[in-house]
């Protein structure tokens, strides 16, 4: 059984994982949030201007624990757990979620390690989405992509939002895609 939030309002947190500035995964993104009730809280982050250093497993060292976070990574963690709706927008690379998404992705389980932060129990209950954007034509494509989210939710017992999909290959290109649009309309509120 899953926790539903508390919380009556909702506060997204929009996670770029895109080497590229305003790319087809964010551009979807975006046109997804305009549809959002008027004064929906949104913070949006560019995971390339908030740099990760490679992830430590440091479980097996000493008792286990992580030292507090700091610098980046603290910014996304405080991100991370005042937002009700994290969206993750990733271009699919090599048919998953680009290398600064990952990155993110693992220091989450350094995060459930730190002392006081109770990163995990607070996890549960807030909502994960995914919007990327592929190349392709077949959506199978972004399976592995889709995954790798949803199962991260189940793993902290949160709500899956699902994906929204997109095909753009040159900038701009998913603006053509009009099957996109139209899901992009109901994507937040379904």
């Not at 992830?55 to 286990?64: C, I, N, Q, V």
């Not at 350094?110 to 990327?132: E, I, Q």
């Amino acid at each position: 059984m899953r926790m539903h939030t508390q919380r009556t309002e909702r506060k997204f947190l929009f996670l770029l994982g895109s080497a590229r500035t305003g790319g087809n995964t964010e551009i979807l993104a975006r046109q997804a949030a305009e549809q959002l009730p008027a004064g929906t809280e949104q913070q949006w982050l560019r995971l390339t201007d908030l740099p990760l250093p490679d992830f430590e497993d440091l479980r097996h060292e000493g008792d286990g624990s992580y030292p507090a976070v700091t610098g980046h990574a603290k910014l996304l963690l405080d991100a991370t757990l005042d937002a009700t709706d994290l969206v993750i927008a990733s271009p699919l690379y090599w048919y998953s979620v680009s290398t600064a998404t990952k990155r993110y992705l693992d220091h989450w389980s350094g995060w459930m390690r730190v002392p006081g932060t109770d990163f995990k129990p607070r996890m549960a209950g807030r909502r994960l989405w995914g919007v990327t954007a592929l190349s392709g034509r077949n959506p199978a494509d972004a399976d592995a992509l889709a995954g790798t989210l949803h199962k991260t939710a189940d793993y902290l017992r949160m709500e899956w939002g699902g994906v929204l999909l997109g095909n753009g290959t040159r900038p701009g290109d998913v603006l053509n895609d009009s099957a996109a649009l139209v899901r992009a309309k109901e994507f937040f509120t379904r």
